[in-house]
């Protein structure tokens, strides 16, 4: 009996100590501050929800301020034959703006250059290209209807997918008001297991119930994005969602299409605007 208790209080002994190894603080280097570019540019057709160019500083990990916007920079979109200065909103530093008479035409490679008024990290000069896609011009209806056995909102889609590869990103207005607000709320898809057919009422976005309401007048605007825009949407979205940390990989930084160590995505897309009223 004697043995049993002495091996007994050895093994409490040893789980007591593994159990306050575990809880052993770990200060990590993370490089604070190092300070990158952070683009988020968007050139589109039909589509003034997203036509902008928004710059700041990247900011530390555990800060809970605002990113730091970027002002007094050059920013210019050329499409090969002719060039549009982006002005900087007065009333929203680190916006640019562009033109009223930018066309944004698919097919089009738009070439966006930013002259920093002062340097980041000893870089003053970016860039980054990106290729309008076409869209449909079959987007025949939307219908919204309530699904009582889950409970939440599904918006079907009407429509034709041409042939080949197609990538879409789906937003949403409620009233008017955008609420598709973040890059976690916005929804993307290929055109894997639908290419080339008429889409039939298949559900592109869901809503809880409590986002939409009987009356209120729904609007889902339908883009045509490119692979790397797909896939940069894609990684973002999966390092900013919650992880099991017993089973999720590491995180990895986001790809970009920016030069000089920028980070963020410089998108080029066409545009749709469907709207319907929530029965």
């Known amino acids: 009996m004697k043995r049993k208790t002495t091996h007994l209080l050895f093994v ?23 300070t990158k570019l952070a683009v988020e540019g968007y050139v589109s057709r039909g589509n003034q929800e997203f036509a902008y160019v928004k710059l700041t500083k990247t900011s530390g990990y555990f800060s809970n301020e605002a990113a730091p916007p970027v ?6 979109v050329t499409d090969g034959n002719d060039v549009f200065l982006f002005n900087e909103d007065v009333g929203e530093p680190g916006y640019y703006r562009p033109p009223g008479n930018f066309p944004g035409d698919a097919d089009k490679t738009y070439q966006l250059k930013i002259n920093l008024a002062r340097d980041i990290s000893g ?9 309008m896609p076409p869209l449909s011009d079959q987007i025949d209806s939307i219908r919204v209807v309530y699904r009582s056995d889950f409970e939440f909102w599904a918006v079907e889609f009407y429509g034709y997918d041409p042939p080949g590869p197609n990538y879409y990103m789906f937003h949403a207005l409620r009233n008017g008001l955008l ?18 057919i008429y889409i039939y009422g298949a559900y592109v976005m869901v809503f809880d ?28 979205q ?28 410089f998108a080029a897309f066409p545009s749709v605007y469907t709207e319907t009223v929530v029965r």
């Open 12 to 34: 409490l002994a040893i789980s007591l100590g593994l159990l306050s190894a575990c809880t052993e603080r770990i200060d990590i280097d993370l490089q604070e501050e190092f």
């Open 71 to 76: 002002s007094g920079a050059t920013v210019a």
């Open 123 to 131: 870089e003053s000069y970016f860039e980054a290209s990106e290729t």
């Open 179 to 196: 609420i598709t607000d973040s890059i976690s709320k916005v929804n993307i898809t290929d055109d894997k297991l639908v290419d080339d």
């Open 209 to 236: 119930r409590t986002q939409l309401n009987p009356g209120d007048r729904f609007t889902l605007i339908t883009s045509s994005i490119t692979k790397g825009y797909f896939d940069f949407i894609t990684e973002l």
């Open 238 to 265: 999966t390092e900013i969602h919650p992880k099991n940390p017993l089973f999720s990989g590491p995180p990895a930084n986001v790809s970009s299409n920016l030069s000089s160590g920028a980070v963020g995505y």
